[in-house]
């Protein structure tokens, strides 16, 4: 089965989620009937992941988790390594996606030098998927190039209403690759936009349960986060919210191409 039929289209995000209070938001998203944990080697989360998804007594194949490899691994003979690491620190045998967590910042080393050495992890089976995030058309060009038609399911991008991605978003529907939001919910600033607060009033609910339903209607996926288990359940509750066609054209009209998380280092965005 490709990465679309397996992945729920609803996660919970993990940056942030430290310590014990960490492990108890987790585990409260789990509890709350979320079964897609995302992570990264940056989030310093991994473990917190793995004691709360063993503390839920959830089978292992209940729960999709997704970790992604720090720019710091991309060095040669470091990739694998950095994943089984990952891998230890989650309490896990396989997890089922791996992203290249930002392309080598300022394109400081050929994408194909960290690119190969995961495929190769895929290949042993020390994740079922594989993906990217924050890339460009131009990247993924390069990264299916290198990979071959097929292997690159996912890319993780900044996504919301302020920030469509529309060009970005419609290539990677093109070519099969998922793509999951991050800042689904724009870091809580969609209040301050009337026209989804008009809309969010008529539905009696937030905007942020808009955004998170906008993007679950488009396809995509979403991993918003928080450390309060009222807003981890409001988040969850998007899923029952059902757009009409008129009111997804209207949030299309609300893109503002306002991206929060810009390094400059980073790439040429599209």
């Not at 989360?45 to 710091?72: P, Y």
């Not at 993924?140 to 097929?150: P, Q």
Request: charged share 20%.
């Amino acid at each position: 089965m490709n990465l679309q039929e397996v992945m729920p289209r609803l996660g919970f995000g993990t940056y942030g989620r430290w310590k014990e209070e960490g492990v108890e938001a987790i585990l409260a998203a789990l509890e709350i009937g979320y079964r897609h944990l995302d992570t990264a080697q940056t989030y310093d989360t991994e473990s917190q992941v793995g004691t709360a998804l063993r503390r839920s007594g959830l089978a292992r194949g209940e729960v999709f988790l997704t970790t992604k490899i720090s720019t710091e691994n991309y060095g040669e003979g470091k990739v694998v390594p950095s994943l089984e690491a990952s891998l230890s620190n989650l309490g896990i045998d396989q997890v089922d996606l791996t992203l290249l967590h930002w392309p080598s910042p300022n394109g400081a080393q050929p994408l194909a030098t960290y690119l190969e050495p995961l495929l190769d992890a895929q290949d042993r089976g020390l994740t079922r998927y594989i993906g990217v995030s924050n890339f460009t058309i131009a990247l993924l060009d390069e990264a299916r190039s290198v990979a071959g038609e097929g292997r690159i399911a996912n890319n993780q991008v900044e996504l919301n209403p302020f920030i469509q991605n529309k060009k970005l978003a419609n290539y990677c529907a093109e070519h099969g690759i998922l793509v999951t939001c991050y800042q689904p919910i724009a870091h809580g600033r969609l209040g301050e936009d009337p026209v989804l607060v008009d809309m969010a009033n008529r539905y009696s609910t937030t905007p942020e349960q808009l955004a998170l339903a906008f993007e679950l209607a488009k396809g995509y996926a979403a991993i918003p986060t928080s450390g309060k288990v009222e807003r981890i359940r409001s988040n969850f509750a998007a899923q029952q919210l059902n757009l009409t066609p008129e009111d997804i054209s209207l949030i299309e009209t609300r893109d503002r191409n306002l991206r929060a998380i810009a390094p400059d280092w980073g790439p040429d965005w599209d």
